[in-house]
């Protein structure tokens, strides 16, 4: 699938990056030629850059004027939480590679997946944990989560998903609106999530960054932050910006105006993105040249240009999303993942051959015209297709039974003769979703190698009477539902009549 | 005004018994396993035997007439339709599409809104809830334009207010019941069944901005329906006192205070709860509660009161400071304090099939699994008085039955036939049309050709 090749593109521009960068960080050098730090994917701060003769020619740039010189801002600050080497023995394992193992053994060692499979053994000293007649998943992954941007309580104070203000605000990210205190973060985690990726609203034709996060309590959002996840830029299609522009008297105002609006911005995005890979080039040339005015707007865009950030871009209808890939087709970039996607059935081949997955509801539908055509059995559909399928939530509730969601998708498909195997379905919120992020070579599945992000079930996660008994991230216990020393509590609870309310 | 009310309601009546389905057939449906909810109780192998549109015996050992047509449900589970106990369902067809929308009076009216006016046996949705095992459904109209409470990030909330202040009555309107069976032209079985009102946040937003205020004016406005129904000669003179209300609204309040009519209250805090059981308990009216997700910290209180609950069993979210104390342990909380619990959906006319699952939902936390199933079934039947003619397989009511793949609760089982009233009803929907239009195919022509 296109997902493999779009991840070694990934990977190449992030090397492309880092080199460039690294360029970049030997001419930011401060007046007593200290470097100011260096290069920087998030997880990596501190790197020291060498100080070559370049420097000697180098501008000194105020700090914050060259968008990859330095530290990364708001690196994530994660650290997981403690671990022991456990084995999960003798469960019924859904591996999310298209593997059932009917009963098998998950060794978890150091926040890895150390082994697993049929005869695996427990190693000695392991913590045991009876999975007999239990089942064992990836943890689950929403892709489409609000999550701390639209909190509970839903107040007004708290209503920090769309910055409604201006059609292209790609310049705000969703973490700055993140409340960490959102008690729908231990909400989903007991029903199984442990990544979510946090986006903005749909009202803007682009709504700014998003953010991945690893699901854990915290005081902050950079210590939930994903480390290495690349960002995500959030764009809307239809009915959304054109209905909260056309109501102020502006643009866009209709579906054409939605898309002069996008080509415009990528016209920008395109231009901001020559000028710095010009100044870089003659720098790296050791030639002076003076940087560019920094713009975040187009940090973000030209970012997704440079195949750094993906693209998640909110989409019902099919005619809309075929006008989607034409558009990145003229702009050179790559959309990742279709949200919503109510009518995806309708080109289920043509984005299974573009490579873009697609995130989709079982069967929420009909709310609006462009989900008017939304049906149950859109999931599967797309698998036979062998399309990326993601079951979403785009809701606090639905999110805490998205492994239901599948069950019902599947239940669809089986009806209209397109049966999904479990061992299939399970994709839908684990690997799929990772690899709609570009996290899919840190988790999403069971393998070897892969973060320890793991959900013991109490039976088939695809019934209806099933719960996540117990939740790993990192091979850490982040929830127990039989141990309330593991059942985290937002501050905003405590004290309140929900206070010991069992998840 | 009553005589008037009255013709109508017998007008409609007339035209309801018209539109019933006339089915000259024996039916059975054997060798299914057979969740009653009636005094058959559950039966592991058993044939539901239908005559006439009514069902005639339920049973392990039913004889089964040589001319019956036989339904073969071996290795299936068969159980009552599922009644829907407060939905837009047949009154709203695409939530953002105010055209389609007939749920709400919006400023004009109050307690006389009249939900049944609307009701369109041909909404789209009509089948996609019948594919999902729903054979009835109780009509609740709504305050303002509410629906969606899930679906934030489409700008909609942020940029345009719910409601204005101040405005119209507490009273959303009255209440009926449809029919979901295919080809009636007449989907209301029964209108007037119910009067729906708001308190909480969302009736004192309506009532000027505090809970005392909506209480207070709840009150005046039932004296004044008391006291127009004894002056209402002197009311048609211009002899009787001023009234807020208009005469329309007055009128439809008058079965309410004489509590012949429920009053649907949909309220959310313990508090909230309270003062209203207490009221309506001075006022000596009849009392439904929807919502009430702290209702678990009153359930004594409530269950002493024989008031039941409509809940939506998903709701563990502190989603507004009126619902701090949500919890998924509800429904088995109040069940386990006696009070009768009938389970919904969101109300999201989308989200029809949600009903049954979160029935599912509440077994895994503490509702026992026949509560569960009647909470889908005779519970809300019993609720909204209907229970003479739905809500359970048992001789002489209505042959509202559906035939599943396995357990009803289960979000991998869904109907392979459903029958309304003993008329078999076509298994498709405008989503299953769609479906099967853009099924993998190779053509070289365009799917609008299949």
């Not at chain 1, 690294?22 to 001419?27: E, L, Q, T």
């Not at chain 1, 839903?154 to 920090?160: I, K, L, Q, R, Y």
């Not at chain 2, 209203?276 to 439904?288: G, P, T």
Request: glycine share 10%.
């Amino acid at each position: 699938m296109m997902h493999t090749s779009q991840l070694v593109r990934l990977t190449l521009s992030a090397a492309a990056a880092a080199l460039l960068s690294a360029c970049v960080s030997v001419v930011s050098v401060t007046p007593s030629s200290k470097p100011v730090a260096s290069v920087a994917p998030a997880n990596k701060p501190g790197v020291k850059a060498k100080v070559t003769d370049a420097a000697k020619v180098a501008v000194v740039l105020p700090k914050g004027s060259d968008p990859k010189a330095g530290p990364a801002p708001f690196a994530s600050t994660y650290k997981p939480l403690p671990s022991q080497l456990t084995a999960l023995v003798g469960g019924h394992i859904l591996t999310a590679t298209g593997e059932e193992i009917e009963t098998g053994t998950v060794v978890m060692d150091g926040g890895k997946i150390v082994a697993i499979g049929k005869d695996v053994q427990a190693p000695a000293g392991a913590k045991i944990v009876d999975a007999k007649g239990k089942w064992i998943t990836p943890g689950i992954i929403d892709i489409h989560s609000h999550l701390g941007v639209y909190p509970s309580p839903g107040v007004g104070a708290h209503s920090d998903g769309n910055e409604g203000t201006e059609p292209n605000t790609a310049h705000v990210w969703a973490e700055h609106s993140v409340w960490p205190q959102d008690p729908g973060f231990n909400r989903a985690r007991a029903g199984g999530v442990t990544t979510l990726q946090i986006l903005p609203g749909s009202a803007n034709l682009f709504g700014g960054r998003s953010v991945a996060l690893k699901n854990v309590p915290s005081i902050t959002t950079d210590g939930m932050k994903f480390p290495g996840a690349p960002y995500g830029l959030k764009m809307a299609c239809g009915e959304n910006p054109k209905r909260v522009y056309g109501r102020k008297g502006r643009s866009p105002a209709t579906r054409m105006g939605n898309v002069a609006g996008y080509r415009s911005a990528w016209i920008q995005a395109a231009s901001y993105k020559r000028k710095w890979d010009d100044y870089r080039t003659k720098i790296a040339k050791g030639e002076k040249a003076d940087p560019p005015e920094r713009s975040l707007n187009l940090d973000t865009l030209s970012g997704v240009l440079a195949g750094e950030i993906s693209l998640q871009n909110h989409c019902y209808r099919a005619d809309e999303m075929a006008t989607m890939i034409a558009i990145s087709r003229e702009f050179g970039f790559k959309i990742s993942t279709f949200h919503h996607s109510s009518e995806a059935y309708k080109v289920a081949d043509l984005l299974a051959k573009e490579g873009i997955c697609y995130a989709t509801w079982a069967d929420w539908a009909g709310f609006k015209m462009e989900a008017y055509d939304g049906i149950a059995e859109n999931a599967a559909i797309g698998q036979k297709a062998g399309a990326c399928v993601i079951i979403h939530s785009d809701d606090q509730i639905m999110t805490q039974r998205l492994n239901q969601e599948v069950g019902i998708a599947m239940a669809a498909g089986a009806r209209m003769g397109l049966p999904v195997s479990r061992a299939d379905a399970i994709a839908w919120i684990t690997l799929n979703p990772a690899k709609g992020m570009g996290i899919d070579d840190k988790t999403g599945s069971l393998v070897s190698g892969k973060n320890a992000d793991v959900v013991l079930w109490s039976g088939d996660p695809f019934s209806v009477y099933s719960m996540a008994e117990t939740v790993f991230i990192d091979g850490a216990v982040v929830f127990d539902r039989k141990d309330p020393r593991y059942q985290p509590k937002s501050d905003f609870e405590l004290g309140q009549p929900g206070e010991g309310v069992h998840p | 005004m009553i005589r008037k009310t009255s013709l109508i309601a017998a007008a409609s009546a007339l035209s309801l018994l018209s539109a019933l389905p006339v089915v000259a057939q024996t039916i059975a449906i054997v060798g299914g396993r057979i969740l009653s909810q009636g005094p058959a109780g559950d039966i592991a192998s058993g044939t539901v035997l239908i005559k006439d549109g009514k069902i005639v015996a339920v049973g392990a050992k039913v004889t089964v007439p040589a001319d019956a047509l036989i339904v073969d449900a071996s290795g299936k589970t068969v159980s009552p339709g599922l009644v829907l106990p407060s939905t837009s369902l047949t009154v709203a067809e695409v939530e953002q599409i105010d055209d389609t929308r007939d749920d709400s009076a919006g400023q004009r009216m109050g307690a006389a809104f009249d939900v049944q006016y609307g009701v369109n046996p041909n909404s789209a949705l009509t089948p996609l809830a019948r594919l999902g095992g729903v054979t009835r459904a109780v009509v609740t109209p709504v305050l303002g334009r509410g629906g969606s409470d899930g679906h934030k990030d489409d700008g909609a909330d942020d940029f345009s207010g719910s409601f204005e202040d101040g405005e119209a009555s507490l009273f959303a309107g009255q209440v009926a019941t449809a029919t979901l069976a295919a080809g009636v032209t007449e989907a209301v079985v029964k209108a007037k069944i119910g009067m729906a009102l708001d308190l909480g946040e969302a009736g004192a937003a309506y009532a000027g901005g505090s809970r005392g205020a909506a209480i207070v004016l709840l009150k005046s406005a039932l004296e004044d329906a008391r006291h127009y129904a004894r002056n209402r000669a002197a009311f048609d003179m211009g002899g009787s006192r001023p009234y807020p209300y208009s005469r329309d609204d007055l009128e439809a309040l008058i079965p309410v205070v004489e509590g012949r009519m429920p009053l649907l209250v949909r309220v959310h805090r313990a508090s909230d709860i309270t003062q209203i059981l207490k009221f309506a308990a001075d006022q000596k009216l009849k009392l439904i509660l929807e919502g009430a997700e702290e209702g678990w910290m009153v359930a004594d209180a409530i269950a002493k009161a024989g008031v039941p609950v409509l809940i939506d069993a998903q709701t563990n979210l502190p989603g507004s400071f009126e619902t701090l104390g949500s919890t998924l342990q509800n429904a088995g909380r109040l069940n386990a304090a006696g009070v009768t619990v009938a389970v919904m959906g969101s109300r999201d006319y989308n989200n029809l099939r949600q009903g049954r699952f979160n029935a599912g939902l509440a077994v895994s936390y503490g509702l026992p699994y026949s509560a569960a199933m009647a909470s889908v079934t005779i519970n809300p039947a019993k609720i909204w008085g209907l229970a003479d003619r739905i809500g359970s397989l048992e001789p002489g009511k209505d042959a509202d039955v559906v035939i599943w793949t396995g357990d009803p609760l289960e979000v991998t089982t869904y109907a392979t036939s459903v029958f309304i009233q003993g008329k078999e009803q076509p298994m498709t929907s405008r989503s299953l049309e769609l479906a099967n239009r853009y099924r993998p195919v190779k053509s070289d022509y365009p799917p609008a050709y299949r």
